[in-house]
């Protein structure tokens, strides 16, 4: 099967209402055999890693890849298995869990302005500044902690107010050389069942699951609603989402390494050609080094 399948068909166009319920957790494979998928999975991984090597030279622009999905979704193994081959040195990963004292204390976007990533560099959030508007939307009562000035049990409007703060985070980013892409990997209830099942059956996962994870399956219905809403309101031209089918692990990573590969591709990336004064100084610098000791 072609590696270069056509992955921008999972893409969220502007101004586009989201139904979930019209978006399948599972489609038919990408890959012809499990020894297919390695080997596309091997093709996507090896040229990243030699883009990548360009575009930290290069040092235009910088990466954001944003990840949200529901627990089990498969976002850790996702990241690890796409990213294997890149150089630590150009890439930093973040995951954004319980805001901390300090945090509470700033706006909602602080903490993650904080690690944005440098020109030359990617980034991953692992859960983001999205989750302020999924799971605080499915939890009010996470607002009402936060302390924000005028805001109780959070409104329509309190939502579309940050639903634009972030847009306009995105726009800023993007005009200064940040490309933002944004993942949401797509789980079925039943399949999410089935992984949690996995994570108390074997004990090395143990650690994955907990009764607070059976407690947030009763909000399935509104946490479909929350991401219907945000992917609906903040999928744009130059940070779009992607809404990726995730019951097959191995079709969702071929999916993503093809959605970040396109990127890479489309930045036109080159080595920094040398001046003539550059040139000069190499010169002298080869002449020294070629002269006997």
């Not at 040092?59 to 990840?67: G, P, Q, S």
């Amino acid at each position: 099967m072609d590696s270069d399948f056509d992955a921008g068909k999972f893409r969220v166009l502007p101004d586009v209402r989201v139904d979930l319920s019209e978006y399948p957790a599972l489609i038919s494979p990408v890959y012809a055999s499990t020894s297919n998928y390695h080997e596309m999975l091997r093709e996507h991984v090896s040229e990243l890693s030699e883009l990548q090597q360009v575009f930290y030279a290069d040092n235009r622009y910088a990466v954001l890849l944003i990840f949200q999905a529901m627990d089990a979704a498969g976002k850790d193994s996702c990241i690890r298995h796409v990213m294997t081959g890149i150089n630590p040195q150009g890439c930093s990963v973040h995951s954004f869990r319980h805001p901390s004292i300090e945090e509470y204390e700033h706006d909602f976007l602080w903490r993650s302005n904080a690690v944005l990533p440098e020109r030359g560099h990617i980034g991953i959030f692992n859960r983001s500044y999205y989750e302020e508007v999924l799971i605080a939307r499915v939890h009010p009562e996470i607002m009402e902690s936060e302390g924000v000035a005028g805001v109780g049990i959070p409104t329509e409007e309190v939502w579309q107010g940050r639903y634009r703060s972030i847009n306009d985070l995105e726009r800023h980013l993007t005009a200064n050389g940040t490309r933002v892409v944004k993942f949401f990997l797509h789980l079925s209830p039943e399949e999410q069942r089935k992984r949690f099942l996995k994570r108390i059956d074997r004990p090395e996962k143990n650690w994955k699951f907990s009764m607070a994870d059976i407690e947030e399956r009763r909000f399935w219905d509104e946490y479909m609603h929350a991401y219907a809403s945000c992917l609906s309101e903040t999928s744009s031209k130059d940070a779009p989402w992607y809404i990726v089918p995730a019951d097959d692990k191995k079709t969702a990573r071929l999916i993503v390494s093809s959605i970040i590969l396109n990127l890479f591709r489309s930045f036109n990336l080159q080595y920094p050609k040398a001046g003539p004064e550059r040139v000069k100084e190499l010169k002298a610098c080869r002449k020294l080094l070629s002269a006997k000791a």
